[in-house]
């Protein structure tokens, strides 16, 4: 039988009630209580809120406990990071942190709906990642080094944890996890994550996003959505997926682009390579497409990989 914790308005004694029942008698004062009426409903609804956000905070101390259990191995997982190893990695990264993200969602499903309660609690579960990586960073001495490590938890933070609170569904998930690029945007430098789910990012490999290009624009605060970048994937999509040699060169793009974008991040002067890469390659593609000279844009566009292959993947042959 489903029941109901109330409290006795006449001797306040707390008892279980059978769900659905008009009135019952309390079985410590034997009184009569109106389960129907407003006073008797608003003692239910304050137990069970009560009740709700016992659970939601005995389960938001789990996961503050164990934020920095649920990065550990990032690095290792970053590196393995491809188009053909992806699912099986994420699959195993969620079973591993079953227990983890089921709490996080133990959270969101018990917690206060008011916005303040709400902004609280997922400014301390981004607390909990953003101090795991303060006292990783904490234990590296050279600067370089220190790049290399953020640039791992910011990939890290993308393409496991972020997806991974997303497929919680809902609402405050997806506020969680745009809390979580906020805060975490404004605790490190350079480091301004997006929050995209599993099937955003493995589109990204089959068709949906320009890596290095979208790349280059955000670095130079040209936007995600910058009319250069737009014009770049209508030309991909366009002109490249409507021949062969087109389409084999969009899925080589997309089995190294994202190994690329992740060297060029780590590189000391990665700066100074978008700024080039815009200058030398990008500007001039976009230049070509809008003068419907679609082969030249192409062949620019193939240089320029290319010439990345060679300074970032040298050992990977076409």
């Known amino acids: 039988m489903e029941t109901i914790l109330i409290k006795c308005p006449h001797c306040k004694e707390e008892m279980q009630a059978p769900a659905g029942r008009e009135s019952i008698l309390c079985m410590f004062c034997g009184k009569k209580i109106d389960l129907s009426a407003l006073g008797a409903a608003g003692e239910v609804s304050a137990l069970q809120d009560a009740k709700d956000a ?14 920095e259990a649920a990065c550990r191995g990032y690095s290792e997982k970053v590196r393995a990071f491809k188009k053909d190893s992806y699912h099986g990695l994420f699959e195993r990264y969620k079973e591993e942190n079953y227990a ?6 133990l959270v969101l499903d018990n917690a206060p709906d008011d916005q303040e309660s709400l902004s609280g609690i997922y400014h301390q579960i981004a607390g909990g990642f953003i101090r795991a990586q303060e006292a990783e960073l904490e234990q590296v001495k050279k600067k370089n080094e220190k790049f290399s490590v953020q640039m791992d938890k910011n990939m890290f933070m993308a393409v496991y944890v972020l997806p991974s609170i997303k497929e919680i569904r809902g609402k405050k998930a997806d506020d969680l996890a745009e809390a979580i690029c906020k805060e975490w945007g404004s605790s490190f430098k350079d480091s301004n994550i997006i929050a995209s789910d599993y099937d955003s990012i493995t589109q990204g490999f089959k068709r949906k996003l320009c890596y290095v290009t979208t790349a280059v624009c955000q670095n130079l605060n040209r936007g995600e959505d910058c009319e250069e970048l737009r014009l770049i994937k209508d030309f991909r999509d ?15 793009y997309y089995d190294i682009a994202p190994t690329l974008v992740k060297r060029i991040a780590k590189d000391a002067e990665a700066q100074a390579k978008y700024i080039w890469l815009w200058n030398t390659y990008l500007a001039p593609c976009v230049a070509y497409i809008r003068a419907g000279q679609q082969e030249a844009c192409k062949d620019t566009y193939c240089h320029m990989m290319e010439k990345l292959r060679e300074e970032y993947m040298p050992g990977r042959k076409k």
């Open 54 to 67: 016992g659970k939601c905070y005995e389960n938001l101390n789990f996961v503050l406990e164990h934020a």
């Open 238 to 252: 366009g002109y490249l997926s409507g021949t062969k040699e087109g389409q084999a060169l969009i899925e080589e």
């Open 100 to 105: 983890f993200y089921t709490a996080i969602k």
